[in-house]
């Protein structure tokens, strides 16, 4: 057995934080919040503020349609450091879960392999690489740093998996491996229902679990009992949430009639064609070109397979591509359930790859492939200073501190992959400077993403964040007559829920001052009966997005005329 130092028992887990730590943490709070991250902040927000835990509120408005555990985390999160609009602070329970997803992955990765004739050439390096290579793909990176739910529900039930095999793989019957394995699909559920339940476990166990592409399984009759108690505690956990709305008359059918919507909605709302996600293996970001590589099977079969069980990794990639291809709603960070098994492949490919060019055997195939690798990604390096220049930035334009660097080491990088890759062969090289290049452009130009979002601002408008620093409506409660943006609500600090009115559809007169965001003329709102009755005074206004074209709201007071007299 080789002894190197990227064997050693801590610089693996070192090294594999320390792409986390690059990919989840840096610049965390640079994006400003979208839309899905809003509506989990602002839930997160009203439990802090005293609303209830088990029946989350957005805005005033009943929020049940999606499980409540992200936005507990969130919460949670509140309660230790304080209410705040960080998004850096509040996107921290996504990112230490995507850290924990890389962590479950690898050791998942090491169950499965534990039989292949590769293993034995170099222990826990083929479960290393696929970690790597997962940690660093481009969508675990870009869903793994937004505060909602899909990486929740995809980093429990991949934990879920690994204690499965854990538990199936133990020398005894593994009792707590299971009961780990069943509690962490229910909190899987409890982020998004059972949406990984079909994206992830059931292309799983529909590979995995077929001794015709995973003959390493063995019977099921010994680990029957503890399949039996993974997923008895899994339901319990994960349906506890909605059986326990269903038990609230209060809620139980507004409740219903949200499942009804959600459940329609994957068939009715962002419904793309059969073949939206063909182009999945570029969502791994700089390892696509070895992800093209091994989904050729005739090649990378014979070759992946000796370090990974190829057939039963490719069936579950496949399944889990068909699965997703079938449901009409389709986004493209529903296609975060193929990063694992895609990592898997590649990890395998990388393996055979290192092993047969570093015994200076360099067959053809491999050796021309890898040259193609390294001068794309010699080209990718040299052309990220041009796309500064095309950004036309001032504060990373030719001339800043920013663009010297980058071009610096961008340069420094694509001459490094040139010698030692392209003329030398060395993969390791290729795969570390992949590793490296994502991480710089991480710590180098995530800052210039708000700044290219906000390239056609028009400078001083007033938005509605400034409202907090209002005295007059410091201590009045807000609402608005037409309905305002869930992100406009996140940015005000506070719910600004809509007008009461009677049930029929009448606007319930205010006994005390209240403030009122609208677009629209206020006056020609009020009831006829009553419109003589309040006096109405415009203290603020404020626009809805970056340009006066997207709209102007103004803020008035409505004072009934006994309280001001």
Known sequence: MRSSLTESAWLRPFSVLLV??????????????????????VAAREMVQGGSWLIPTMNGALRVAKPPLPT?????????TGLTQDPGILRLPAAIMTTLLVFFFWG???ELIREQPGEAEAPGRTAWLATLVLASSLLVITVGREGHWDIFANSFLVGSLWALARGWFAKKLGWGWFALSGLLLGCSMLSKGPVALYAVLLPFLASFGVLLFYPERGPIRPRRWGLLLALVLGLAVGTAWPIYLAVQHTVAPAALAVARVEVTSWGERHVQPFWEYWNFPVFTGIWTPVALLVLAVPFARPRAGRYIPYRAALAWLLIAFLLLSLVPEKKERYLLPLMPPLAFLIGGMLRHLETVLRNNLRPRPEATLVRVWAGLLAVACCLFPVVLIF???????????????????????AA??????FRQYQVPVLMASSITAMALLLALLAPAYPLWTNRRAEPG????????????????????????H?????????????????????????????AVLTGSNIAKKLPRAWRDQVRLQVVDSFYLDRQRKDGRWHVTLVTPVSAAE
């Not at 507990?72 to 230790?80: D, F, Q, R, S």
């Not at 490094?416 to 890759?421: L, P, S, T």
């Not at 938005?463 to 201590?475: K, Q």
């Open 461 to 484: 408008l007033r938005h509605i964040a400034a409202l907090r620093r209002n005295p007059a409506l410091a201590n009045l409660p807000w609402y608005t007559l037409e309905e305002l």
């Open 391 to 413: 950004m036309k930035l001032p504060a990373y334009g030719p001339g800043s501190v920013p663009f010297a660097i980058t071009l610096t080491v961008f340069v420094l990088l």
């Open 416 to 421: 490094a992959i040139v010698r030692w890759g």
């Open 20 to 41: 986390c730590f690059f990919s989840c943490f840096v610049h965390l709070g640079a994006p400003e919040v979208n839309l899905m991250e809003a509506r989990n902040f």
């Open 108 to 110: 998942l990765v090491r």
């Open 72 to 80: 507990w985390a969130v919460a949670i999160t509140e309660k230790l």
């Open 486 to 514: 869930i992100k406009r609500v996140w940015d005000a600090g506070r719910a600004a829920p809509s007008w009461p009115r009677t049930p029929d559809s009448v606007l319930v007169r205010p006994l005390s001052p209240i």
